[in-house]
């Protein structure tokens, strides 16, 4: 049985590369040969014990790479063929994907739904941070990848720019609208293009970090609120003269971030929540109105399946995105457990780390 | 000045009947001679000081009656016309009515939205509760009530047949859902009915009391569940084998209701909340899937505006709904303080009180 | 190599029951023994040789069975369960599917789309009047049939029922609404039931035969305009006091139905076109306000797939609607021929006839 | 009676400029002193007889100025102020405004709808090629504008700017989507603008001259259809690959475009029609897919009132749209027979034409 190399799970605060068998090839799946991959903030989670998966998985979700292999009941894609697959690999045809509620896709469940069930990769199959990933349902999720498209140029579609945009899209985002983007991370960042994208006009990003603001000026953000320089709640009325905002994306997954965010909203405004959060979350009465306020608040696990794909590598095709800027590192798979390393300590202005098997 | 009387708030726990001068009426006013009102649940905030209003402002925001005078500038309406107004009355062109959040209607604030801003009657300007009340902004706020109609039978339409409606239409209630009510008093009552004219195939009703959970069934509860029968949590799951809800209308304001709401609803479902809510809210981690669960929290205050006020009454004419079962005792405005008593203290088993000038 | 028989379109104005194979069943198909099926209007296009289709193909979309075997990669259901399939068989993978389209399916098309691809039975693969069908794409397809149900009970949710509810639903029909169908004929019925569940108050049902006026009132038509008695456009302008519908349904297919759909729209109305026609159309330009009555014209194909199947299901559970009352007529798989032969000649009442193998 | 000057309508082929005594203004209403406006294509169908309006009136939609005085009832506004109103100046208290559907604007009518009722300025009320212009419900239709803005800047902002981004904005422009929009006149253009707003990551315009091409180019189109040059049905489908194209704008009213639109459509795509046509139009079957394509047509009225105005100077103000190069020639008032003149025969490149008194 032949062997790849995979960056495997062993327990709390170790990811080490090993040696596993090439995944066999169901019917309905593919077996893509991995030439760019990437560490998302979740994995620092599992890394950290945070997260639990199961011990001796692959992690890694954001896979570029080759079709070695098709299932026989496979149709539609060639071997050979360049592909990405989003990190949410919704099976097609289970009640939640029928509904419209993909990302929660339960198919082997009793209803049809299971919480967060679109996620597999790196978190109930094995992922991508190998030299070769299985993607399953392989018809519903493989995105064919245009010649023209460097692998760099698509590493952000499978996760953090499908993520990043659904913030503005489950905001709801209409042209003339302001948004304030909270936390300019990868996935912040992407929202903040994402904002752009759905016609807003004043676009406020919320971070410290002086790389972060610029990367977030280029892709859109029109006021950069530094949250050392005084309450960010206090400079976003400032900034919107006391009307406060159409649409509030939370990018960081905290009480403060969240709780920000709803007490910028105008009445009638809408709390996009992009976070993974790890706390109970409290919502203050007076930041509700009490219940009264027409307000919403909205939460969205990233979008996957292949028109998904599609259309984000469109985005990147038409150039009105640009996301190569946020990867600032680059590893041989080999190095693995360095890139961890730096990522997971944030060193070195790291955004996103590019790995090549 | 001709002198009426008045339903005033005096300080807390006083609401008395007093005489006040029966108001002028401005260009864009309509004066409308009460024939019936009601009390609301909030009226009993406000006599318990529990929510702050003016003192000596008349309460009361559920009015039927004559129109007596109308402004210079009012035309579309007659003098005697029979009409209804919406608890919530908004301007028509503030920002708020013109982005489609007209119940956030700010007319004079800097920017136009002023959070719960278009309920004014009894909160902000003269109620109902009243042998006369000013209507404002009357060409957007009259509804003509038809002649086959009787006062009772609309006296639900202001306030809270659209609000208990709104938690159905908030919540995008589809064909087939499963919707789940927690707390059947009068708001929950009509959100039970507007789950059903919403296409809801199985409604949960959640209350204790029989006579509640007896005009539940009647406006389309297929399910009740009693709370004093153990968790509802688990008994919900139980009867929706395990699945969840699609929508879950929260109409009471608690934490532990809204807590319950969410712990009930499948991935990707909607909690609707119509309560008015006293305490901060606790979002507890599990239930929220950590914010990975595509779930959505959304708030609505009680739709108003003419047109609003002709489809209530339209589901009324039509026969679809039928809420006069909720008006279970009837009072003259001279023994308004006995109605404040018995509805406060929610004895005899009241559900809403018929007051008649 | 086992024998069938099913019924076969051979040449125009001939389809006849034929022996023929059972068919194998690949990987993702289940094979379903017919116990109930029906026979559509389309179908009679197809025996009139007005829609083509291969010759020797059998006929029929409207599956009531058992699964009598599952493909190697079905899972999620077991042999000898009882289910129904939709009369589209989405396939779950499709761009169209994944973009929510999934009745113009289209997997093994260049860009994933086909113009009605979804719609599969008795179309470009072997349909269900005959003892067994195979269902493709089986995961994403069959549907559970809950014990309680007949297979009278489910027999429409397949098509019409689907159909005549999505008119409504591409209507966007409201709380309040006032709406017309033309035509009820089965598809109309179903489009009244599914207006009246979406909130509707008033429904015109427009038709000449009195056992169908009678099923559309029991359905929850309040008015029936009958034009044998004067221009329908006339007689619901009257009925709605000039003021017009909210949405239009179009259930026929015809340019005199679909003309007076647009003529009775209120300015910013819907025509919900749910009609095969079989000409071009013809837009007059004042019932079209010259473009500029902010007007939509919107068709829609039968939507498929499970938890669509689930959703109509529940319906008929929950009590709420009841279509056993189409049924008019019952034949043996044997006398298909003659069923065809009433139906298509529209004698003796017939609404829907059931066929059992 | 002081006195204007007021281009006014006097007959077939005949706009004049003529003395008129400047409005009175009543309570709602706000005199504005015009100082700058233009000329739309739509005057040029007045002046040529095809739009009928009364003999005498004013003509012209699209209003910059100055408020002269405001109404007694008007509050939020003073007089001094710079503003625009939108071509549409809905009441805000009509059935139709409180519906959602403000363009059909019918205050005074039975049910309070109007079929274009809401456009009234040079239409069903003097309009604002003059020196004076009386805007009515002032208070939900004057837009301020910003100091950093010019007149030109805001010039498209009432009319074909609103109408131009409407035709994306009904047509539900997603992120990724492929738009083509037929004929680059000034509302063409305008919903090029408004795709790219939208998300569209490839926008197609259709038209034949190089100066409308080369603007098209500037405001987001990614390909230019020269049909000139061949079919556009045909070059769109190569263009796109087969695929055909998510959302179709028709925006220049004929059966040619119409129908192009039509045909280029992927199976469930969305024909948005801005045109104003004036012939009846005809669908062919084929392209309409029978009824079964799950197509939809939409078409729109210009959107009007202040908060489209604030948003759409929003989208100005931010630099994402710069509309200035549609203005091709400065007139003077006085010389606006000589503007007309030019506009009508489209001489010398002409765009748009500023008008200032």
């Not at 049809?112 to 993607?135: M, P, R, S």
């Not at 590598?313 to 038409?318: A, D, G, L």
Request: net charge negative; glycine share 12%; with cysteine.
């Amino acid at each position: 049985m032949p062997k790849m190399k995979a960056a495997v799970f062993v327990k709390k605060n170790r990811i080490v590369l090993e040696d596993k068998p090439i995944p066999e090839v169901g019917p309905l799946d593919a077996l893509v040969r991995i030439t760019t991959t990437t560490i998302c903030g979740t994995d620092v989670h599992i890394l950290k014990g945070e997260y639990p998966v199961a011990k001796g998985l692959t992690v890694g979700h954001e896979p570029v790479g080759i079709i070695e292999k098709l299932g026989s009941s496979v149709v539609g894609f060639s071997e050979g063929q360049r592909v990405i697959a989003g990190a949410i690999t919704p099976s097609g045809h289970s009640f939640a994907c029928l509904c419209g509620c993909a990302s929660q896709d339960g198919p082997g469940s009793k209803h049809g739904f299971t919480a967060t069930g679109g996620w597999k990769f790196g978190n109930i199959i094995d992922g991508c941070q190998a030299e070769y990933v299985l993607v399953p349902d392989a018809m519903a999720n493989l995105g064919a990848v245009p010649d023209a498209l460097s692998d760099e140029q698509v590493l952000m579609c499978p996760d953090i720019m499908s993520t990043g945009f659904s913030g503005a899209e489950s905001g709801k985002v209409q042209i003339g609208d302001t948004v304030v983007v909270f936390a300019l991370g990868p996935i912040g960042l992407c929202a903040v293009a994402g904002a752009k994208l759905k016609g807003a006009t004043t676009i406020i990003g919320v971070d410290t970090l002086p790389a972060r603001q610029e990367v977030a000026r280029q892709l859109g953000a029109s006021h950069i609120v530094d949250f050392r320089q005084g309450d960010p709640v206090a400079q976003i009325m400032a900034l919107t003269d006391g009307r406060g905002v159409d649409v509030a994306i939370e990018a960081l997954g905290t009480q403060t971030t969240f709780e920000a965010a709803l007490r910028v909203l105008r009445p009638g405004g809408t709390l996009s929540s992009l976070g993974v959060y790890s706390t109970d979350l409290r919502i203050p009465l007076d930041a509700f109105a009490a219940g009264l306020g027409d307000l919403k608040i909205v939460t969205t696990l990233c979008p996957g399946g292949k028109e998904r794909m599609r259309r984000l590598m469109e985005v990147i095709s038409s150039g009105r995105v640009d996301l190569t800027p946020l990867v600032t590192h680059r590893y041989k798979l080999d190095d693995i457990e360095k890139a961890y390393e730096l990522f997971a300590n944030q060193r070195d202005g790291v955004m996103k780390v590019a790995i090549t098997p």
